[in-house]
């Protein structure tokens, strides 16, 4: 029962690094979702994807980019971090992206930009 | 402007005692969905319920309740005889039928269960 799952964990990166955060679900969900989740802010949605090959911007968009090039994984890229992107990130899934379906939530991602 | 609304951020209990989690939701739309989730410490967020805008029925599942009133455009969420393994953050989230999948979070309430 996996699940929702990301790697890494946690990642220290340097200002101007990149990264990519690996998210995996093997629940056969049409739509994942990558959230950020900042203290006194709660979950801001960054991107997210309706099916394989498919993405779009969310809320706070800049600053990533995003692929899904097999239904089961949704990638998230930083390019060049700054301190800015210092948050913990959430990938989520839902069976196919209906507002009343519950959301699937991976453990996180803790990234500290120095 | 916010969509949901946490007012309290942090809460601090006794075992045993009730405690209840406010949650103020704004949305233009008629078709709705509110939706509770824990974060324990472990950090993954848990689905604990759903309610669609046609149905205030409160509801109950053992010692968690939740209060849900359009009047006030609220829903509540009420745990009955805390216990430790209460304590996480729990957020309120918002969906609307017109926007589909996007969904509003709150600022989240982190309870503490002191034994």
């Known amino acids: 029962n996996a699940g929702v799952t990301q790697t890494p964990k946690f990642r220290v990166l340097k200002t101007g690094q990149s990264m990519t955060l690996l998210c995996a679900q093997d629940m056969n969900h049409e739509y994942m979702y990558w959230y950020r989740q900042d203290p006194g802010m709660g979950l801001r949605l960054i991107h997210y994807s309706v099916g394989e090959g498919t993405t779009a911007k969310g809320e706070v968009p800049d600053g990533y980019n995003v692929s899904r090039l097999k239904k089961q994984n949704f990638l998230l890229g930083l390019e060049s971090a700054a301190p800015s992107q210092t948050s913990v990130y959430f990938c989520?899934?839902?069976?196919?992206?209906?507002?009343?379906?519950?959301?699937?939530f991976g453990s996180g991602t803790q990234l500290s930009v120095l | 402007a916010q969509k949901v609304t946490q007012a309290q951020t942090e809460i601090s209990v006794v075992e045993k005692e009730d405690v209840t989690l406010d949650c103020v939701y704004e949305t233009r739309d008629t078709t709705y969905y509110l939706f509770w989730y824990k974060q324990p410490p472990s950090g993954e967020l848990v689905f604990l319920i759903r309610r669609n805008s046609f149905d205030e029925q409160n509801e109950i599942s053992g010692r968690y309740s939740w209060n849900f009133q359009k009047s006030t455009s609220s829903f509540n969420f009420t745990i009955t005889a805390s216990q430790v393994v209460d304590s996480a953050v729990y957020f309120c989230a918002l969906s609307e039928a017109w926007t589909g999948n996007q969904f509003y979070f709150g600022t989240g309430t982190s309870l503490t269960v002191i034994p």
């Open positions: 989520a899934s839902s069976y196919s992206g209906g507002p009343n379906e519950k959301l699937f």
